[in-house]
Nanobody, 126 residues
């Protein structure tokens, strides 16, 4: 049974930093595509960062490029999202997502991910 468990959310002031963690279990971690999504109240869930651990491939949404960094620890089956220079508009529930194997479709489409965590809340105040 595949499980994704996020942690690390919290409340920070604008300009601050947070690091989110997603621990995966129940599958071969390094061979599955993973991503971080977020969803603010009243808005669609949007992808913010992507990683394919097998080759270390990463990609970022335009809104997070240069501020967020996704990384992996294969020994711990964990993906991280380092978030710097946080803005109030980054406030959202952040979700970890995974797919079986490499991602051949649009990496920013939530429908392309099979597994989801329960989410961790990030709140950025101005």
């Amino acid at each position: 049974q595949v499980q994704l468990v996020e942690s690390g959310g919290g409340s920070v002031q604008a300009g601050g930093s947070l690091r989110l963690s997603c621990v995966a279990s129940g599958y071969t971690f390094r061979r599955n595509s993973m991503a971080w999504f977020r969803q603010a109240p009243g808005k669609e869930r949007e992808g913010v960062a992507f990683i394919y651990p097998y080759v270390g491939l990463t990609n970022y949404a335009d809104s997070t490029k240069g501020r967020f960094a996704i990384s992996q620890d294969l020994a711990k089956n964990t993906v991280y999202l380092q978030m710097n220079s946080l803005r109030p508009e980054d406030t959202a529930m952040y979700y970890c997502a995974a797919n079986d194997g490499p991602m051949y479709g649009n990496i920013w489409m939530k429908e392309n991910y099979k597994y989801w965590g329960q989410g961790t809340q990030v709140t950025v105040s101005s």
